[in-house]
């Protein structure tokens, strides 16, 4: 079984230089049967405009979700997108994150129903988000390693995600000790399992909200496929002023909570329900 219908759900806010990129690096995509979902979160109208600019080349087929600026609410304008998203597979990534050529086709060759996949990125500088240029998107050189280091790119273990042997990439995938998790910058999975946990939880704010929607899909039974090796994007470096030692206190409560009761479903989700037998293992 094979995704029938793909969606890059890929999130923003006020970031048009970044997302600029980030389209330019799906319109260099070599599978090109997929809808690109912005689930923007209150952006400007700058935004606007780069969103319009990619609708005009239609080169991607584009679906803007947005809602009303009312600070860091990623979760309710993930969860307006999948709520009226008709795709059957959903890939999860965000604005400030450039994919590589085979991103979407390594995504769908490697989706196997029971399974989310868990994909790596590597995180740039500051100066070498800033030197990437359209014609470097393009052509793909951005994820060639000399480039990067000549770039400016510290030399650094995390570079091998991007070594094109695939033997390898499979060996290290296998032997690496990070767990395969839910990553919002790359993961994807069957649109019905998230739906089948209630998306993502608005009680979440910036901190691991992410990896608390991965917890519960493990707990409604899937597992994760650890491809961190195999499909990759280039991470753009920008400041956050919404990340707080409040928030991730709050964060790690919720989702201690999760892995103790072992529960998938999100009372405030998708829907907003009440905790019902059918919503922990």
Known sequence: MKPKKIGVVITTYNQPKWLKNVLFGYEAQRHSDFTVIIADDGSGQPTRDVIEFFKARGKLRIEHVWHEDK??????????????????????????CIPEPDFISLHESLAQPGYFLSGGYVKLTTPVSEKISEADIASG????????????????HKLWKLIKNKTLKAILNAITPTKATWNGMNSSTWTADIKACNGFNEDMQYGGLDRELGERLYNHGLKGKQVRYSVNCLHLDHPRAY???????????????????????AENGIVKTAVTENSTK
């Open 71 to 96: 600070g860091f609410q990623k979760c309710q304008i993930l969860n307006k997108a999948i709520a009226q998203t008709e795709c059957d597979y959903l890939i999860f990534t965000d604005g400030d």
């Open 141 to 156: 050189v951005i994820f060639n390693l000399d480039w990067l280091k000549t770039a400016g790119q510290p030399s650094s």
């Open 243 to 265: 990340d707080n030692p409040e928030t991730w206190k709050k964060n790690y409560a919720i989702r201690n909570e999760v892995k103790r009761t072992g529960r998938f479903w």
